[in-house]
């Protein structure tokens, strides 16, 4: 049975039938419509040919500005960039002379291959390791080949320049395809830990919400295969996650020597916005109030829902979770902030986090409220309960765009409440280093004209925030009001 293709559109080939008999008036028009055929066909295939290629895309210029770098990263045409053709039912058997298209380069995150059939994945060593589709024909040796960097933070050219490709290519049986060292019953997923990995951010962004999105409809029967294997990452920090994805240790795609067969395989990951699922685009209809849930199972987190403040239950005090930070983007009153939120009703935890994710996880849940200054932090929202309240402070200087876009949104995706303070410059300690004529308070789109690691180190970098208690206490009012809802 043919398998059903899940990557692009289903494109269909109309084949034109030409009969015979034509007379000898009719010739002059047949050959002119063949001519228009046949180049209207050359120009079809070129432009194909073209859309393939993501380096073909418009360059962005070295001096576009902090919000433009990040935002290239969307692009306006949604459509899979596939170049191979398909049979008219949608599916190219061996066959029919068509190869199925095996790989999608449409998404801005990662390019994503999903291989059926006779699969073989050769570890790299010093060059680049190579997933093979096996077929019987010999003509789908010599179709195009692919290259993927399984690693879903595609449009950042800086990190993806330290991502090892994956070759991604048809082999005819018998030919120059290995022989199978080790078989196994269920699908492979390919991906790379390299990259950001370790800023805890990132660590969400590129590899667990991406990695849930690709494997957690296997239900843990799916072997990951790794480049840049991280066993401490994967084993110890994140040993709870991984458990949980997949029922098999890890495969490390740079030195395992052996041949490793699968009927099927995926390289790269599905991957929508930072912290997002678009569940009109996830197989399985996941959102990221699922990823939510998976990580309080996953965890073991009793809460399921933040507190519901009632007139029964005033007595009882919904808790909050102040999460501070050590180097910048710093809380300079922390113990004001605490002090205010104390008078308003709430109980206070302070922290800056743990490195033992699973215990810090329970310290999250066990709240119904969090507050911090936009950064890696706020990551932690993932363990809090259903209804929870995240409020975001945003540092002087123009991030509102950049706040809502990587913290906002996701909150309100995993089924969160969403809050947003952003400070005046009064309340930041950029004061203390520039005058209020520097462009710094005068202009900041001018200084995001600069450059992401030019704007990033003068507005995150070197910048702590003093909060206005009278202009934050509606905040934390605002909080109070939507747990009682």
């Known amino acids: 049975m043919k398998k059903q293709l899940w990557l692009g559109k289903k494109m269909k080939i109309a084949v034109a039938s030409y009969h015979r008999g034509f007379d000898l008036l009719s010739l002059g028009v047949?050959?002119?419509?063949?001519?228009?055929?046949?180049?209207?066909?050359?120009?079809?295939?070129?432009?194909s040919y073209m859309l393939s290629f993501p380096s073909m895309a418009s360059q962005v210029s070295k001096t576009a500005d902090a919000c433009s770098l990040i935002s290239q990263r969307i692009e306006p045409n949604g459509k899979p960039r596939i170049s191979d053709e398909l049979s008219s039912n949608g599916v190219a058997s061996e066959d029919d002379g068509f190869e199925t298209p095996m790989c999608d380069t449409s998404s801005h995150r990662c390019d994503l291959c999903d291989i059926y059939g006779d699969v073989r994945i050769v570890a790299g060593g010093d060059s680049s390791p190579s997933v093979l589709r096996v077929s019987a024909s010999?003509?789908?040796?010599?179709?195009?080949p692919w290259q993927v960097k399984p690693y879903a933070r595609k449009w950042d050219r800086s990190v993806m320049r330290g991502i090892k490709p994956v070759d991604v290519r048809s082999a005819a049986a018998g030919g120059d395809a290995p022989p199978c060292a080790?078989?196994?019953?269920?699908?492979?997923?390919?991906?790379?830990?390299?990259?950001?990995?370790?800023?805890?951010?990132?660590?969400?962004?590129?590899?667990?919400?991406?990695?849930?999105?690709?494997?957690?409809?296997f239900d843990g029967k799916v072997l990951l295969v790794v480049s840049r294997l991280n066993l401490w990452w994967m084993a110890g920090k994140y040993g709870h996650y991984f458990r949980r994805i997949?029922?098999?240790?890890?495969?490390?795609?740079?030195?395992?020597?052996?041949?490793?067969?699968?009927?099927?395989?995926?390289?790269g990951l599905r991957a929508d916005e930072?912290?997002?699922?678009?569940?009109?685009?996830?197989?399985?209809?996941?959102?990221?109030?699922?990823?939510?849930?998976?990580?309080?199972?996953?965890?073991?987190?009793?809460?399921?829902?933040?507190?519901?403040?009632?007139?029964?239950?005033?007595?009882?005090?919904?808790?909050?979770?102040?999460?501070?930070?050590?180097?910048?983007?710093?809380?300079?009153?922390?113990?004001?902030?605490?002090?205010?939120?104390?008078?308003?009703?709430?109980?206070?935890?302070?922290?800056?986090?743990?490195?033992?994710?699973?215990?810090?996880?329970r310290v999250v849940n066990s709240c119904d409220a969090m507050v911090g200054v936009h950064g890696a932090?706020?990551?932690?929202?993932?363990?809090?309960?259903?209804?929870?309240?995240?409020?975001?402070?945003?540092?002087?200087?123009?991030?509102?765009?950049?706040?809502t876009t990587y913290f906002g949104n996701p909150a309100r995706g995993m089924g969160l409440k969403y809050l947003e303070y952003t400070i005046d410059a009064d309340e930041s300690t950029l004061t203390e280093i520039y005058s209020r004529d520097d462009p710094v308070f005068r202009d900041p789109p001018a200084i995001h004209k600069l450059g992401w690691a030019k704007m990033g180190?003068?507005?995150?970098?070197?910048?702590?925030?003093?909060?206005?208690?009278?202009?934050?206490?509606?905040?934390?009012?605002?909080?109070?009001?939507?747990?009682?809802e």
């Open 30 to 47: 047949g050959v002119f419509i063949g001519c228009f055929i046949v180049s209207l066909t050359f120009l079809t295939m070129h432009r």
């Open 138 to 144: 010999s003509q789908s040796a010599g179709r195009r």
């Open 182 to 217: 080790v078989s196994h019953s269920v699908p492979a997923v390919v991906f790379s830990t390299g990259g950001y990995v370790g800023n805890y951010f990132h660590d969400f962004a590129d590899v667990l919400v991406p990695l849930f999105q690709s494997a957690r409809e």
């Open 377 to 403: 932090g706020l990551t932690n929202m993932v363990f809090l309960p259903a209804n929870a309240v995240v409020i975001q402070v945003v540092p002087f200087g123009g991030h509102e765009w950049i706040a």
């Open 274 to 361: 930072d912290l997002t699922i678009d569940p009109g685009k996830s197989r399985a209809g996941y959102t990221m109030a699922d990823f939510r849930r998976f990580m309080s199972s996953t965890y073991g987190l009793n809460r399921r829902h933040a507190a519901k403040i009632t007139e029964q239950a005033e007595k009882k005090q919904p808790r909050l979770l102040l999460i501070t930070r050590s180097k910048s983007r710093m809380f300079m009153n922390a113990g004001d902030v605490t002090q205010l939120a104390e008078q308003l009703g709430f109980e206070v935890v302070t922290s800056e986090g743990e490195h033992d994710v699973a215990k810090f996880s």
């Open 457 to 484: 180190e003068i507005y995150l970098n070197k910048q702590n925030v003093r909060v206005d208690l009278g202009r934050f206490r509606p905040v934390l009012e605002k909080a109070l009001e939507l747990l009682r």
């Open 246 to 267: 997949s029922k098999y240790d890890p495969i490390d795609l740079d030195n395992d020597g052996r041949v490793h067969c699968f009927n099927r395989a995926i390289v």
